[in-house]
């Protein structure tokens, strides 16, 4: 079966990477699939796979559901939630077992897709008897499965709502206009023999996110315009803005 080998990420509820080596007391390897779950109102009820992907440590997890929304710079905003049925929502695996998790509808579908990220969070293992404290840094894996809970009927759209170009860097800004979630899988600028690319991110249902783009400093004041193609998992978007010297200066 398919799985997903999450980032390592610090214990803390914040969302980092973890930037150390792990203890083999907390190294610990899970697998997640399907790495989405979709619900609507004919697919009320799903299920994830939860694997313990470690070769002799017993592994215990635990689950917790948050809304996942994004602020008005569209940055990814949580807030844990009750809104969906799961469970079990702790778990207990030993080596290579497979549990798998529920997840349904407890609040009906709304005229605009709803969001939510499940977390399947690693629990580290107890401390040995006579271990001192301090002895051993709390790492843990962490991984969120987005759940979406689609709209009675689907209205994918999205638009290029500004672009600008200051002391030498481009300003794209994309807005999700429909009532459903798309991901820009990139944000390319061409002029001439110049392209400039970045990779964007989820966009969720009436979220604006601007995407800035350095431009070569030897080229940016002789590009004259510059084409914009904003690439999605649904669509392409493209607009065109013209360049002068002025904008370049920084």
Request: include cysteine; hydrophobic fraction near 40%; charged fraction near 20%.
């Amino acid at each position: 079966m398919p799985f997903f080998r999450p980032l390592k990420i610090l214990q803390s509820g914040a969302l980092l990477l973890a930037l150390a080596i792990l203890s083999p007391a907390f190294a610990g390897q899970f697998g997640v699939s399907p790495i989405r779950v979709d619900l609507d109102r004919t697919a009320k009820s799903g299920t994830i796979t939860v694997s313990n992907d470690e070769t002799a440590d017993t592994l215990r997890v635990q689950l917790r559901l948050f809304e996942w929304t994004q602020d008005a710079d569209g940055k990814d905003v949580y807030k844990e939630s009750q809104d969906l049925v799961y469970f079990p929502r702790l778990m207990v695996l030993q080596k290579g077992e497979q549990k798998l998790v529920r997840v349904g509808l407890r609040t009906p579908a709304t005229t605009q897709e709803k969001t939510y990220r499940l977390f399947v969070e690693e629990l580290p293992a107890p401390k040995a008897p006579g271990t001192a404290s301090g002895s051993q840094v709390a790492i843990a894996v962490r991984f969120g499965v987005p759940v979406y809970l689609k709209p009675f009927q689907q209205d994918l759209r999205g638009e290029i709502v500004g672009m600008s170009v200051a002391k030498g860097v481009l300003h794209v800004a994309v807005r999700n206009t429909g009532n459903t979630h798309f991901t820009i899988n990139s944000v390319t600028a061409t002029s001439g023999k110049m392209t400039r690319q970045m990779a964007g991110w989820y966009l969720l249902a009436g979220t604006t996110r601007d995407h800035a783009i350095e431009l070569p400093a030897a080229d940016c004041a002789h590009l004259g315009k510059l084409d914009v193609v904003v690439a999605t998992d649904q669509m392409e978007l493209r607009g065109a803005l013209d360049v002068d010297a002025s904008m370049c200066k920084r």
